[in-house]
C-alpha cells in the first residue's frame, strides 16, 4: 500500500506540472507532498511492525496509517478531477506524462458524455435543473480507478519500463 501511495505521488506530480491553473496546480502539489510523508510513514510503520512482531497498539497504528493514507490518496484525485476540468497544457514527449494525460482525458470525456446525458434525459425541471432524486452521480477518478482492471480503457505504453510508473497498477 505505500508504495503503491508512491505511484499515485508521482500521477499528482505529472499532473501538476501539466495543470494550466496555478491553483489546482498547487492544491496537486501539496496534496503530493502530503500524501508522499503519509505513503512514507506507513512503509516506517510497517518494517517497525514486522520486526517487533504482532501487538494492538502496533496493528491499530497501522490501520491509522492506511486510512490516512487512503483519504490522501482521496485528496489528489479530486485535486486531479478539478485540474483535469479546469484544463491542462500539452504533455511532454515522456511516455509516463502522455500515459497521465490520457487517463484524466479519458475521464473528462466520460463526464461530459455523462453531462450530454443527463441534460437530454427527462429528469429535468420546468427550468432544466437536473431533479437530484434521479440523478445519477457524476463518474470521478476514484470510480475510475476502483474499476476492475479489465474493464478499464487505459491506454498502455508499448515498451514497459523498469520500476513503477504513474499509471502502471491500480491507484
Not at 484544463?87 to 502522455?98: C, K, M, T, V
Amino acid at each position: 500500500i505505500a508504495s503503491d501511495g508512491q505511484v499515485v505521488v508521482r500521477f499528482g506530480h505529472i499532473l501538476a506540472k501539466q495543470c494550466q491553473d496555478q491553483r489546482c496546480s498547487r492544491e496537486l502539489l501539496c496534496a503530493s507532498e502530503h500524501t508522499h510523508t503519509l505513503s512514507s510513514q506507513l512503509g516506517i510503520v510497517a518494517r517497525v511492525k514486522a520486526v517487533t512482531g504482532e501487538s494492538r497498539a502496533s496493528s491499530e497504528l497501522l490501520l491509522s496509517n492506511t486510512q490516512s493514507l487512503v483519504r490522501a490518496v482521496r485528496h489528489i484525485l479530486r485535486a486531479a478531477e478539478a485540474a483535469s476540468v479546469t484544463g491542462l497544457g500539452q504533455p511532454s514527449p515522456d511516455p509516463e506524462e502522455e500515459e497521465v494525460a490520457a487517463f484524466c482525458l479519458q475521464w473528462k470525456k466520460n463526464l461530459s458524455w455523462h453531462r450530454a446525458r443527463e441534460a437530454s434525459h427527462s429528469s429535468r425541471d420546468e427550468l432544466g435543473l437536473r431533479k437530484t432524486r434521479e440523478a445519477k452521480a457524476e463518474p470521478t477518478l476514484v470510480a475510475l480507478v476502483q474499476e476492475p482492471p479489465q474493464t478499464r480503457n487505459i491506454p498502455k505504453h508499448p515498451s514497459p519500463r523498469k520500476g513503477h510508473t504513474a499509471m502502471d497498477r491500480h491507484l
